[in-house]
């Protein structure tokens, strides 16, 4: 076995127009910038997209944004040091927006992974983002319900993996990553090195082979706030 | 009435009350902004541990310009440093550590802190993009929930309130308010004075807050060096 792409084009060939797209990165750490640009030259519509943020400068999630792939945003924070792309659209009532408190996105993320199809939290009671959810006491304080989120796909960035897939990620980066690879029904990554199987060490894994349908090789991969701070716009 | 302006501390003066009560061997989430500022008043002698939502614990101070590394940064997206004992996690063990009770402290600044402990933190009601990031999450779990602030806006108007005006961020989290003339404890019975700037009269200080100031006690001086 071995799910190995050798370019970026065939992880995102399967993406049609109005699919669910799980993207991860926080902010620029761990933006999968090359899987996003080859999702802008394959250029499907009418995306449903999940990241933390909305896009930043005119590159990535953002440069997404101005080609007018993205038809729903679903994320925490759609501010960034530059959010013109999304503040633009938003404005112009070309992109919906949902905006979820942060760990709950993250947990509604890691529940569509792992089969769970609601839990409770207390982010968010008593606040207008509660406003017609159910509500529940538990042991004296109030929970708020919130549903599973699921994808059709997922692009992640990760730093090593073999050709199973397992994955390890480098410092922050991971953030979403795992969760989202648990998430969509299929999730591409792009590593910036590819190993023979029995060079990562087993205990090493944060993401196991078991959520990876495909990985791409970018040895030296973009950073989103490099590529910003020298102007960048894409394509 | 006093002036107010006159005799008030400083943001960088709140920070460093805030940070004489940090506990050594504690957990402590800083909010984003001026929160931050607390880490550099750490008092010598205490190991505080930083949590930051993206998913990094233990991390270090910011790196010289031209030496930021983009996959290190905090939940400001700003960058950090590696420091020996530093972990990192996803985002939802992150945030677990949040809702579950295991961090310590949570610092955080305000635009309205309510007698019964709501706070109001994350918009200002007025449209624009709304954007929440981790804001209604970290108002719960942290076994306790401080703010700090200026005492009043601006304008002049009273942060310290009896309901919040303002969209909630989170109903009864907050504990305990630092602000820019006192130290106040949220308990059952509203807003109780712990400290309070000499030159400010119990009276003048209940001109310029929203809600009753109540007493438990004396109240100590608030006293802090020029930083």
Redesign the interface.
């Known amino acids: 076995m071995d799910k190995t792409l050798s370019k970026l084009s065939e992880a995102v060939a399967s993406i049609k127009d109005g699919m669910t797209v799980m993207i991860g990165g ?5 933006a999968p910038i090359e899987l996003i640009h080859a999702l802008i030259d394959q250029g499907s519509k009418g995306l449903t997209v999940i990241n ?1 943020n909305a896009g930043n400068g005119h590159v990535g999630i953002a440069a997404m944004i101005e080609q007018g792939m993205i038809e729903k945003m679903v994320c ?6 530059d ?1 013109v792309a ?2 633009e659209a ?1 404005k112009a009532g070309k992109i919906q ?1 949902e ?9 509604r ?2 529940a569509g992974g792992a089969g769970i199809p609601a839990f409770f ?9 509660a406003e017609g959810k159910i509500t529940e006491e538990f042991e004296g304080k109030m929970y708020v319900r919130e549903n599973w989120l699921k994808a059709d796909l997922a692009l992640i960035k990760a730093e090593r993996a073999d050709l199973h897939g397992n994955l390890t ?11 989202m690879a648990m998430a969509a029904d299929k999730t591409f990554a792009q590593v910036r090195r590819v190993v023979a199987l029995g060079s990562i060490d087993p205990e090493q894994i ?1 993401t196991a082979g078991i959520f990876i349908d495909g990985i791409v090789e970018v040895p030296d991969p973009a ?4 590529l910003n701070r020298a102007g960048a716009v894409y394509p | 009435m006093i002036d107010v302006a006159g005799i008030k501390l400083s943001n960088a003066q709140i920070a460093w009350r805030a940070a004489q009560d940090l506990q050594d061997g504690s957990y402590v989430n800083l909010g984003i902004g001026f929160p931050e500022l607390v880490a550099q008043f750490q008092p010598a002698g205490r190991h505080i541990t930083y949590h930051t939502e993206n998913g990094v614990l233990g991390f270090g101070k910011a790196p010289p310009e031209g030496e930021e590394d983009w996959d290190l940064i905090n939940a400001g997206k700003k960058p950090i440093t590696l420091k020996p004992g530093t972990a990192f996690f996803h985002h939802a063990d992150s945030f677990a550590m949040i809702r579950g009770g295991h961090l310590d402290l949570a610092i955080l600044g305000t635009y309205q802190v309510a007698e019964n402990g709501d706070i109001a933190n994350w918009s200002t009601g007025r449209g624009g993009v709304p954007a929440v990031g981790g804001a209604m999450d970290l108002v719960h779990g942290a076994k306790a929930i401080v703010v700090i602030t200026d005492h009043i806006t601006k304008k002049g108007e009273p942060k310290l309130v009896k309901r919040c005006s303002l969209p909630l961020t989170g109903v009864g989290c907050v504990t305990r308010v630092y602000t820019s003339l006192a130290v106040l404890d949220i308990t059952p019975r509203g807003f109780v004075v712990r400290e309070k700037l000499l030159a400010l009269s119990l009276e003048d200080l209940q001109l310029v807050t929203g809600a009753e100031l109540h007493l438990d006690g004396a109240i100590a001086p608030l006293v802090c060096p020029e930083v």
């Open positions: 926080f902010g620029g750490s761990g933390n925490s924070f759609p501010r960034s040091a959010p999304f503040t938003y927006l905006v979820i408190p942060q760990g709950t996105l993250a947990e993320i890691r939290t207390p982010a968010s009671y008593g606040t207008e983002l990620y480098r410092m922050a980066a991971r953030n979403f990553s795992p969760l944060v950073q989103e706030e490099a």
